[in-house]
């Protein structure tokens, strides 16, 4: 178990890196934050002899920091209620582009982790890289069947570093969520729970190449959009292999109009291929930026890298849907009763009001173009109300509001006069129509009530092994309560030890809220 004074000094030593990019200035006047991490933060940047004008370069300090706190920064991108909109903003902007690891190094992986040499399974393999990110980074190589592919290969060493920096902010995490009221809503500690699971399935790319798989089958009959095929064969837990994909970078709008694309088409088609996995599917490709798009000769999109992806349950695609198409014809009411019958609202709060301030949210982006405003400032909006209504954070909506963002982002470089709501509108209501219609709900009862029927076996042997018949095994007896020697010294010695923990606390819950809080600013 690492001890407090780690995980204290690797804080220190982060909350400086940040205050010399000026990103913990608005902590020290922010009534949000508690008295300690405000004069701590201020502390900070005596140490790091920073001024508090200029810009703040929320992107640049978690880029200094590391790998670990490049992933994090871009998690928190996707909470501006957390974080705040100018740095949501600017965090959206952070690419772990990273200087490569040297091919030796990569070969020994490889090797080590196919047991044979590289020669065995690749022909040609150039040792430059095509993209060095913090986690991995991908060559191109040719089988020894001939086929063209793109090899992933982790970076030797990155699995331990991740799990000590997200030790730390587990830790520090805690601390900051102890403090109450606020810190406990925004509910920091989960944050950084999604944040390691979700690097735990990036650090094994079986499981990336599993997820690649699994979206390809849900997008079958989708036409214009694609998924590289896996070569299981030279996959394992380090190495991940998949077809080559030759195409134009879906950013690069020039080329893609000389090459006679229709830009306009392929930012429609982009959008209703999201839908389609976040909605139909309700597994999605949650890290679709336009590095990882690409449009080929014929105008297919082609989607790479599936290390980060989300799952949402029926339920709550069905309320999702809803609550979409809900905004887009103006029926607030219906999308507040959606909020209240899903416990995002507690529902000591009244439905009417919250209905009128998602109208305040609503009715400003109807009818208008992405150029004029966008699905992104209305996720803003949202956001706002969310303390004024004690709606605490749905980690299963984090990873699809970030990839909203990120589609319409590229949807409105595509095609600037794009509408996000005329896109989506028609597709989510037929699927409303398809989900929630009379035909649907006799389906799903009769699926329920089978399902249901087809447990009642099991439940009685449940019941017979709970309560066995005489003559089994006897009954073990009661054991006797025993204090163990730690919690006697806890209760006779109880003042012990009180300084450091106080010390550790106040030290944990400033560079947590530096690290994550920096948004709560002026």
Known sequence: MTRPATHIWRLFKWGITLARHRALVGIEHDPNAPGPVR???????????????????????????????????????????LVGEEPARNLLKLQDDLPPVPFEKIR???????????????????????????????????????????????????????????DTYEWAAAHLE?????????RPRLVIANFKRWTNRELDLRREAASASELAEHMVGTE??????????RTNGRVMTVDWIDGIKISNTEALKAAGHDTDEIASRLVLAFLKQAIAAGFFHADMHQGNLFVKADGTIAA????????????ARMWLAEILYGLTTGNYRRVAEIHFEAQYVPS????????TALRAVGEPMRGKPVSELSVGQMLDGLFAITRDFDMQTQPHLLLLQKTMVMVEGIATQLNPKINMWDVSAPYVRSW????????????DRIREDTQTLLRIPELVRR????FPPKGGAPELPPLPDVELMWERRRRTEPGRGWMGYTIAAVAGGLAVWAAIMQGWIN
């Not at 933060?41 to 920073?50: E, G």
């Not at 102890?178 to 925004?186: I, K, N, P, Y």
């Open 432 to 443: 409303i129509r398809d989900e929630l219609g009379p035909e649907a709900a006799i389906a």
């Open 178 to 186: 102890s403090f109450g009221v606020e810190a406990a809503r925004l």
């Open 108 to 166: 020994a992986s490889i090797e080590a982790s196919f047991e044979q040499p590289l020669e065995a399974l690749w022909s040609e393999f150039d040792p430059v890289p095509i993209g060095a990110a913090s986690i991995a980074q991908v060559h191109r190589a040719t089988t020894t069947d001939g086929r063209q592919v793109a090899v992933k290969v982790l970076r030797p060493g990155v699995r331990e570093r991740f799990a000590r920096d997200i």
């Open 304 to 315: 790479i890298d599936f290390g980060i992806m989300g799952r949402i349950d029926r339920r």
């Open 463 to 466: 019941i017979e092994d709970r």
């Open 39 to 81: 004069r701590m933060a201020k502390l900070a940047r005596w140490v790091a002899f920073t001024g508090t004008r200029g810009g703040r370069d929320y992107a640049g300090a978690f880029r200094d920091i590391g790998p670990a706190a490049i992933k994090l920064g871009q998690t928190l991108a996707t909470r501006p209620d």
């Open 348 to 355: 000591y709060h009244n439905v009417d009001e919250f209905a």
């Open 224 to 233: 214009g959009y694609e998924i590289p095929g896996i070569d299981w064969d």
